[in-house]
Nanobody
Framework: QVQLVESGGGLVQPGGSLRLSCAAS????????MGWYRQAPGEQRELVAT???????NFADSVKGRFTISRDNAKNTVYLQMNSLKPEDTAVYYC??????????????WGQGTLVTVSS
């Protein structure tokens, strides 16, 4: 019904920047909240940042001031700009969206994940 395609992960040195993208496609009537989560090895998945349909944002304390989240509704895409990256930001980053389908049913969808490695 809905597919999410993430991109932008990779290897970056401490202090560097990366921009993640997540594009949604399928039987979409409207996309509600969009967000990014991450899971480091041996850790639970945690919230990184979210953005509502009204563009209100929320960030984990660990990324405040370093990460920004934005969305392009025309492209059904959410972005995560990550600056001043630290080794502890290393994780698989997942996109999650809440979608109102053309059938008027709501679904929550996860992306497949993209690996971000911060290392010198």
């Amino acid at each position: 019904q809905v597919q999410l395609v993430e991109s932008g992960g990779g290897l970056v040195q401490p202090g560097g920047s990366l921009r993640l993208s997540c594009a949604a496609s399928g039987s979409i009537f409207r996309i509600e909240a969009m967000g990014w989560y991450r899971q480091a090895p041996g850790e639970q998945r945690e919230l990184v940042a979210t953005i509502t349909s009204g563009t209100a944002t929320n960030f984990a304390d660990s990324v405040k001031g370093r990460f920004t989240i934005s969305r392009d509704n025309a492209k059904n895409t959410v972005y995560l700009q990550m600056n001043s990256l630290k080794p502890e930001d290393t994780a698989v980053y997942y996109c999650k969206t809440r979608v109102l389908l053309t059938t008027r049913a709501y679904v929550e969808v996860w992306g497949q994940g993209t690996l971000v490695t911060v290392s010198s």
